[in-house]
């Protein structure tokens, strides 16, 4: 692929809202990803344009997060001649129980593909099948009642060819997600 020199870009969102945050979280433990996904054959004009394939009847989770508490970021790293991207997440679960337990037992050592849908509607894939996301958790039953109790949960890889990119939008109606229990 060659690349041109830059182009103008107006990155301002000046007249446009630029809202931070997270709407959904979706999950997939990367054995249940069929083959590598995305990969860099899927990345195109600076989205994915790909569904994964899913292992038998396989699909993603969606896991609810008290607001505030989601965030993706990513970084390009690296000297020069060996730069690469990272990909971090980082989610809470309020609360204690034996169902939380059980879920976040399923973490360990055990990487992730995660997409999330950011508060302007676009879906963005964080990590991948051959390079996911291990979470480490940590949890907090707070000092006093009006502390938060639960559980936070932060991953990171690096070594990406690509930085977190969005889904294709005509692809997110067709994502393979659980339904609702």
Known sequence: MANVNFANLNATSEQEGNPGGIRT?????KRFIDGV?????????????????????????VYECPDGTMEVSSEKQGD???????????FMFAGFSKTMQAE??????????????????????????????????????????????????????DGFMWDILPLQPALVATLPIQPAA
């Open 25 to 29: 979280l979706l999950v997939a433990e």
């Open 104 to 157: 976040l037992s399923k973490t360990l050592n055990a990487g992730s593909v995660y997409i999330v849908e950011m508060n302007d509607g676009q879906y963005v894939v964080v990590g991948s099948s051959d390079n996911p996301l291990f979470t480490k958790q940590s949890f907090k039953g707070g000092k006093k009642g009006g502390d938060k109790r639960g559980f936070t949960l932060k991953g990171e890889q």
């Open 80 to 90: 020069p001649g060996f730069q690469s991207y990272k990909h971090n997440i980082e």
């Open 37 to 61: 996904w995305p990969k860099k054959a899927d990345t195109v004009t600076g989205e994915i344009t790909t569904l994964p394939t899913m292992v038998a009847t396989a699909k993603f989770a």
